[in-house]
């Protein structure tokens, strides 16, 4: 059974590529989404999730909180000698949540996920790096398993990582290579695979000894690819824009105003905004946080009310500078996801005051908040319909390709605390359905009829044509004088790995479109779009593509570009 679940929509008046006839109807405005429960428990808390290209979401936390709510299956056990908590465990750390069927199953992680990282290699496998204890050296994989597949799981490789990483950054590059930077204690860089014979070799970066924070290291720095193919690298409250193949660093920027710590523990997001088409700019938005000396003060029981600003920055200027802009409300620890109309970026999880850490917050941000980057400055922000679930420390937020939100986790203290605590452990998953999935909207949203959004995965390589054929309900009505569909455009994005108020690797481009015409059934059209010319602009790998009207984005289809 697919699981269906519907907000309210959004209407945003400005957007770029093709006009066809329009008339009519008008987007819904709604009251700000709509929150279900997905599922009361699956056992695990969700502190690191990633979607893959079968539709299935990869969750995981820990294995040194103790025993989880979730069993492994025939009578499985995890014995570890190196394990600080459980020495012999039968339940699971991790778990696969099938979108479609909104069922779940336990799956076996040997070495200690705590803080980890993560990116999809090319092939669609997860490639899942560092930890804790056991686990700071290990590379973990986990294909996307086949349908109907319910055997598939981690396959665990000791000592890969030449460092101890543990609160680090990975970034896909180009070549398909896993850029991996940072971590506590750690002022370096690798890559993986590494293309060097000898082995693996971690690589001093300077900057990163030169943000050093007293309170922690700001550890899991904010990493976007330029779309130059050199790294934007942003640690404490400065960045750099660094070309990893020479080890040079080819910018330095501003800092940004207020010298606010914005990494962890301060626990901020970031995220590359949307490119447009044939892209010869590249912003980036960097929001919230936690002013300095925030989490030494938890400690004592003094909980500062987070920042409340964000900071723009065009980092393919010559001179860059930051732009200031204001939240509607304080948030520490909120997760940055794009959204696929590509002219939205939802704000959620997180708290209003503290900091990240174990009992460091104690006022919930439970409103997520819509940013429109192309709105007039003033006129960017909106806050949305809240949920009654606190997201905090732990929590994380993932796109599904139906264009809803999956949120999960939230473990704010030591081991699982179901009791006892103003915030207990949360096993739970919801779905947030921004204001597009309305059905007050039904008429207008496109829907991909060729290729099939249930099919294969289409393959496509760099600068190549793809045509997609697609239906608008409410066209039916402009053949007989109202109705029509609007402002066309098409989407293509990267699923994130989302950890500690971070998506890496996420990315959203808007395609080149060449034409869009109507078919001769009715209520259907094609556009063909061009697809990015670099693997700079889309490094190599799978990625949800979206038709777009108005601003009502279809459920998205699989590509594969390499």
Same mark, same amino acid.
């Given at each position: 059974?697919?699981?269906?679940?519907?907000?309210?929509?959004?209407?945003?008046?400005?957007?770029?590529?093709?006009?066809?006839?329009?008339?009519?109807?008008?987007?819904?405005?709604?009251?700000?989404?709509?929150?279900?429960?997905?599922?009361?428990?699956?056992?695990?808390?969700?502190?690191?999730?990633?979607?893959?290209?079968?539709?299935?979401?990869?969750?995981?936390?820990?294995?040194?909180?103790?025993?989880?709510?979730?069993?492994?299956?025939?009578?499985?056990?995890?014995?570890?000698?190196?394990?600080?908590?459980?020495?012999?465990?039968?339940?699971?750390?991790?778990?696969?949540?099938?979108?479609?069927?909104?069922?779940?199953?336990?799956?076996?992680?040997?070495?200690?996920?705590?803080?980890?990282?993560?990116?999809?290699?090319?092939?669609?496998?997860?490639?899942?790096?560092?930890?804790?204890?056991?686990?700071?050296?290990?590379?973990?994989?986990?294909?996307?398993?086949?349908?109907?597949?319910?055997?598939?799981?981690?396959?665990?490789?000791?000592?890969?990582?030449?460092?101890?990483?543990?609160?680090?950054?990975?970034?896909?590059?180009?070549?398909?290579?896993?850029?991996?930077?940072?971590?506590?204690?750690?002022?370096?860089?690798?890559?993986?695979?590494?293309?060097?014979?000898?082995?693996?070799?971690?690589?001093?970066?300077?900057?990163?000894?030169?943000?050093?924070?007293?309170?922690?290291?700001?550890?899991?720095?904010?990493?976007?690819?330029?779309?130059?193919?050199?790294?934007?690298?942003?640690?404490?409250?400065?960045?750099?824009?660094?070309?990893?193949?020479?080890?040079?660093?080819?910018?330095?920027?501003?800092?940004?105003?207020?010298?606010?710590?914005?990494?962890?523990?301060?626990?901020?997001?970031? $995220?590359?905004?949307?490119?447009?088409?044939? =892209?010869?700019? *590249? !912003? +980036?938005?960097?929001?919230? #946080? &936690?002013?300095? %000396?925030?989490?030494?003060?938890?400690?004592?029981?003094?909980?500062?009310?987070?920042?409340?600003?964000?900071?723009?920055?065009?980092?393919?200027?010559?001179?860059?500078?930051?732009?200031?802009?204001?939240?509607?409300?304080?948030? $520490?620890?909120?997760?940055?996801?794009?959204? =696929?109309?590509? *002219? !939205? +970026?939802?704000?959620?999880? #997180? &708290?209003?005051? %503290?900091?990240?850490?174990?009992?460091?917050?104690?006022?919930?941000?439970?409103?997520?908040?819509?940013?429109?980057?192309?709105?007039?400055?003033?006129?960017?922000?909106?806050?949305?319909?809240?949920?009654?679930?606190?997201?905090?420390?732990?929590?994380?937020?993932?796109?599904?390709?139906?264009?809803?939100?999956?949120?999960?986790?939230?473990?704010?203290?030591?081991?699982?605390?179901?009791?006892?605590?103003?915030?207990?452990?949360?096993?739970?998953?919801?779905?947030?359905?921004?204001?597009?999935?309305?059905?007050?909207?039904?008429?207008?949203?496109?829907?991909?009829?060729?290729?099939?959004?249930?099919?294969?995965?289409?393959?496509?390589?760099?600068?190549?044509?793809?045509?997609?054929?697609?239906?608008?309900?409410?066209?039916?009505?402009?053949?007989?004088?109202?109705?029509?569909?609007?402002?066309?455009?098409?989407?293509?994005?990267?699923?994130?790995?989302?950890?500690?108020?971070?998506?890496?690797?996420?990315?959203?481009?808007?395609?080149?479109?060449?034409?869009?015409?109507?078919?001769?059934?009715?209520?259907?059209?094609?556009?063909?779009?061009?697809?990015?010319?670099?693997?700079?602009?889309?490094?190599?790998?799978?990625?949800?593509?979206?038709?777009?009207?108005?601003?009502?984005?279809?459920?998205?289809?699989?590509?594969?570009?390499?």
């Amino acid at each position: 059974m697919k699981l269906t679940l519907l907000g309210n929509c959004i209407h945003h008046p400005v957007l770029l590529l093709v006009i066809l006839a329009c008339a009519g109807i008008a987007p819904a405005s709604g009251a700000g989404g709509r929150w279900d429960v997905l599922q009361r428990s699956i056992g695990v808390s969700a502190m690191h999730m990633q979607l893959l290209h079968n539709d299935r979401v990869i969750i995981f936390d820990r294995t040194d909180f103790g025993l989880s709510n979730l069993s492994l299956p025939d009578g499985r056990c995890r014995r570890n000698p190196r394990e600080r908590v459980v020495p012999m465990d039968c339940t699971a750390h991790s778990a696969e949540y099938d979108v479609a069927s909104n069922t779940f199953r336990p799956l076996f992680v040997f070495t200690d996920t705590w803080c980890s990282s993560g990116t999809v290699a090319p092939d669609g496998t997860l490639v899942q790096t560092g930890g804790w204890n056991d686990g700071y050296r290990n590379v973990r994989t986990m294909a996307a398993c086949e349908a109907g597949d319910d055997t598939c799981d981690w396959d665990e490789t000791q000592d890969a990582l030449a460092a101890n990483r543990w609160y680090a950054t990975n970034q896909i590059l180009p070549d398909g290579r896993a850029f991996i930077v940072g971590g506590r204690r750690q002022f370096t860089y690798e890559f993986y695979p590494t293309a060097d014979p000898s082995g693996a070799s971690a690589i001093s970066l300077p900057f990163l000894v030169q943000t050093k924070d007293p309170e922690e290291n700001n550890l899991y720095p904010f990493v976007h690819l330029n779309i130059d193919g050199n790294l934007f690298i942003f640690a404490k409250n400065r960045a750099i824009l660094f070309d990893y193949k020479t080890n040079k660093v080819v910018r330095t920027y501003p800092e940004l105003a207020g010298g606010d710590p914005r990494n962890y523990p301060s626990s901020g997001s970031s $995220v590359l905004l949307p490119l447009k088409p044939s =892209p010869t700019e *590249a !912003e +980036v938005l960097v929001c919230g #946080g &936690a002013p300095a %000396g925030s989490y030494t003060s938890t400690k004592d029981g003094t909980f500062s009310s987070a920042l409340v600003t964000c900071g723009r920055i065009k980092i393919t200027d010559t001179a860059p500078a930051w732009v200031i802009e204001t939240m509607p409300s304080p948030r $520490v620890m909120g997760d940055m996801i794009l959204l =696929p109309n590509g *002219a !939205e +970026v939802v704000i959620i999880n #997180g &708290a209003m005051d %503290g900091t990240a850490g174990w009992e460091s917050a104690k006022t919930p941000a439970y409103a997520p908040v819509i940013y429109r980057p192309d709105h007039s400055p003033g006129d960017r922000f909106e806050e949305q319909s809240s949920t009654d679930i606190a997201r905090l420390y732990h929590s994380s937020a993932v796109l599904l390709r139906d264009g809803r939100l999956l949120v999960g986790g939230s473990n704010p203290h030591i081991y699982y605390n179901f009791s006892n605590v103003q915030y207990p452990t949360e096993l739970s998953l919801e779905a947030y359905s921004p204001e597009y999935l309305d059905p007050s909207n039904d008429a207008l949203r496109p829907t991909i009829v060729d290729p099939s959004p249930t099919g294969a995965a289409v393959s496509v390589t760099y600068g190549a044509s793809l045509t997609l054929q697609f239906s608008v309900p409410a066209s039916r009505r402009a053949r007989g004088g109202g109705g029509g569909i609007g402002l066309v455009s098409v989407t293509m994005v990267a699923p994130s790995f989302t950890t500690h108020s971070f998506a890496m690797n996420q990315r959203l481009l808007l395609l080149d479109v060449v034409k869009t015409a109507a078919l001769a059934r009715a209520s259907t059209y094609q556009t063909s779009v061009v697809m990015p010319a670099t693997a700079a602009l889309a490094p190599p790998g799978y990625y949800m593509v979206f038709v777009v009207n108005g601003h009502i984005p279809s459920e998205g289809i699989w590509v594969h570009i390499q």
